[in-house]
């Protein structure tokens, strides 16, 4: 059978549009929601806090579970049933009765996601080598603009429709995803059975660069530990900055979603120089770039400031998105190439529960700035971890 490659990226684009998107839609109004569920109004933020983090702490506990799956089964078998679960777990957010049955429902789309990591698995199997970059960068937009128009999608439909309509809406979305998926995505792939798969073991002893796959897991964690650590304080930040309040929201909209624009807008061409030149270069030099925004953004005096170094921020994630992707893909025996892009998505959900609870503690003992310039040092010690795996690559002018 042949596999039309390019459009399982369009497929899978789409289907991790909406699914980054509902992940991040109910921001905007999840506090009120759970206000709305009768939670006292002392617990709203202990409780709007808890459901953001469950889902990503119980995607990374699960994701080793689904890549193990996805090896024996089939990605696309195993896009299906991410989107299917999501499906019921995201509309069902509409029917709870209490907090506590949102937080298990929360608890729940995290234990079945696997959208994403699966179709990055999936088109890094079937790409041809020499555009598994741009493929990758390409892919890695969707899950981005699903992210960052999330919020935006979300405050606009609650406005229109309701807080509760809203899950059912996204429940409806996600389910023409799964359809889409079932008839658009194809995969030729012959089932293992468990006795026959290779173990964690033995994969281990056939990858040729495991220091520097451990290095890309890192890079995963501090990518997503620095995108989510001044989550919690940034309107706060843009608000003492812009010493008023009338219009702070507003701004703070712009900040956060600049970034992603300009990652959107360099994923796939920074894919397709990585190609050309080295992953591990492109790699490198956005977490340089990364470093050179975190430090100044600790001393700016407006938010127009700010929204210039959270530009060219985006532009150091577009750069580490695809290049990690594309290096696991090279280094990963095809036979596992699931299990570790799952063990990338528990690094990368590990990120996104770290990082708010890090920038919380760190703005509360030493202030907002401190937030920007402890980030930088998690991403310094990154740069000289990825410096000492590459080093011999960088020296022979290798690639991967």
């Known amino acids: 059978m042949k596999i039309h490659w390019r459009r399982n990226l369009f497929i899978s684009w789409i289907g991790c549009f909406f699914t980054g998107a509902s992940f991040s839609l109910v921001m905007p109004f999840l506090p009120v929601y759970i206000e709305q569920l009768g939670t006292a109004k002392s ?116 406005q229109w429709f309701g807080l509760r309509n809203v899950f059912i809406i996204t429940g409806i979305i996600l389910l023409i995803c799964t359809v889409l998926t079932i008839f658009m995505v194809k995969e030729d792939f012959k089932p293992i059975e468990k006795a026959d798969i290779v173990s964690m073991s033995e994969l ?90 975190f430090i100044p953004m600790a001393f700016v005096r407006t938010p127009f400031q700010l929204g210039v170094l959270r530009f060219f921020l985006g532009f150091s994630t577009g750069a580490l998105m695809p290049s990690i992707n594309t290096l696991i893909s090279k280094i990963s025996p095809p036979e596992g190439v699931s299990r570790i892009f799952s063990y990338n998505q528990m690094f990368n959900n590990f990120g996104q529960v770290i990082g708010p609870m890090l920038g919380s503690t760190v703005a509360h003992s030493m202030g907002y700035p401190s937030v920007f310039l402890v980030t930088s040092l998690c991403v310094l010690g990154n740069i000289i971890l990825s410096f000492f795996n590459f080093r011999k690559l960088l020296v022979t002018k290798t690639k991967i």
């Open 43 to 158: 617990q709203v933020d202990l409780f709007s806090g808890l459901a953001i983090s469950v889902t990503a702490f119980a995607a990374a506990i699960v994701s080793p579970l689904w890549g193990n799956l996805a090896d024996r089964k089939g990605r696309r078998l195993m896009m299906v049933r991410a989107a299917a679960g999501m499906t019921i777990t995201m509309g069902s957010l509409a029917f709870v009765p209490n907090v506590y049955w949102l937080l298990i429902m929360r608890f729940m789309t995290g234990v079945l996601s696997g959208y994403i990591p699966n179709a990055t698995a999936l088109i890094a199997s079937q790409a041809p080598k020499e555009k598994s970059g741009w493929a990758l960068g390409t892919l890695a937009t969707g899950a981005v603009a699903g992210n960052l128009i999330g919020p935006l999608i979300g405050g606009m439909l609650a």
């Open 204 to 293: 281990r002893q056939r990858i040729d660069h495991m220091p520097i796959l451990i290095g890309l897991f890192i890079s995963s964690l501090i990518l997503q530990l620095g995108a989510t650590s001044i989550s919690p304080i940034l309107t706060l930040y843009i608000r003492d900055l812009n010493g008023s309040s009338s219009n702070t929201l507003f701004i703070s909209g712009l900040i956060v979603s600049v970034a992603g624009v300009s990652a959107i807008m360099s994923s796939p061409a920074l894919g397709k120089i990585g190609d050309r030149i080295g992953n591990h270069k492109v790699l490198l030099a956005g977490l340089i770039l990364s470093f050179f925004c």
